[in-house]
Antibody
Framework: QVQLVQSGSELKKPGASVKISCQAS????????INWVRQAPGQGLEWMGW????????TYAQGFTGRFVFSLDTSVSTAYLQISSLKADDTAVYYC????????????WGQGTMVTVSS | DIVMTQSPDSLAVSLGERATISCKSS????????????LAWYQQKPGQPPKLLIY???TRESGVPDRFSGSGSGTDFTLTISSLQAEDVAVYYC?????????FGPGTRVSIK
């Protein structure tokens, strides 16, 4: 079935980097963009941006430029989110989610990856 | 950028009663070339990722119970749960996908009265 499977939880110290993976299966990876969404503890959903899986072109929302990088490895149908110079307020669950090629809304979500930044 | 707002912040409804959530966008999300509103509704239960309920403002995603319905056009939208069930306790978010960035609304928490 169509699914996105994300890498496991991470515990990092401030200033470190983290790279989260999101592996797609059950559909043709390059037909649908991958979105990244952040959810801080007890908070709502923040759209971080997306990456065109055909061209590799990323789009970042305001507040997610500079330290945040979206990338792909299409040979293994995987999208990545790398965050550098981690801060305590980067502590959150990070979701990848597929844009539907039918209606352009987000239809499939990964299970989420918890990133905890603590000294 | 488009800003999304929702009301109320939280809502307590008796089992079997109707729940209504409002979502407003600061600009129209109606795409004139296909007459579709680029607005989606999601349900998120604790410890789970969001689940798509409605796209194009009023089209129910496959497998979503028909007690969930979406309506509205332009800048004003509504999600209705016609007869609240215990399993509907969740936070509900709207999101516009008309133009980037694609912000979510702040969410509405639905509970049982």
């Amino acid at each position: 079935q169509v699914q996105l499977v994300q890498s496991g939880s991470e515990l990092k110290k401030p200033g470190a980097s983290v790279k989260i993976s999101c592996q797609a299966s059950g559909y043709s990876f390059t037909t649908s963009a991958i979105n990244w969404v952040r959810q801080a503890p007890g908070q709502g959903l923040e759209w971080m941006g997306w990456i065109n899986t055909d061209t590799g072109n990323p789009t970042y929302a305001q507040g997610f430029t500079g330290r945040f990088v979206f990338s792909l490895d299409t040979s293994v149908s995987t999208a990545y989110l790398q965050i550098s110079s981690l801060k305590a307020d980067d502590t959150a669950v990070y979701y990848c989610a597929r844009t539907s090629y039918v209606h352009n809304g987000v239809d499939i979500w990964g299970q989420g990856t918890m990133v905890t930044v603590s000294s | 950028d488009i800003v999304m707002t929702q009301s109320p912040d939280s809502l307590a409804v008796s089992l079997g009663e109707r729940a209504t959530i409002s979502c407003k966008s600061s600009q129209s999300v109606l795409f004139s070339s296909n007459n579709k509103n680029y607005l989606a509704w999601y349900q998120q239960k604790p410890g789970q990722p969001p689940k798509l309920l409605i796209y194009w403002a009023s089209t129910r995603e496959s497998g979503v119970p028909d007690r969930f319905s979406g309506s509205g056009s332009g800048t004003d939208f509504t999600l209705t749960i016609s007869s609240l069930q215990a399993e509907d306790v969740a936070v509900y978010y709207c999101q516009q996908y008309y133009t980037t960035p694609f912000p979510f609304g702040p969410g509405t928490r639905v509970s049982i009265k």
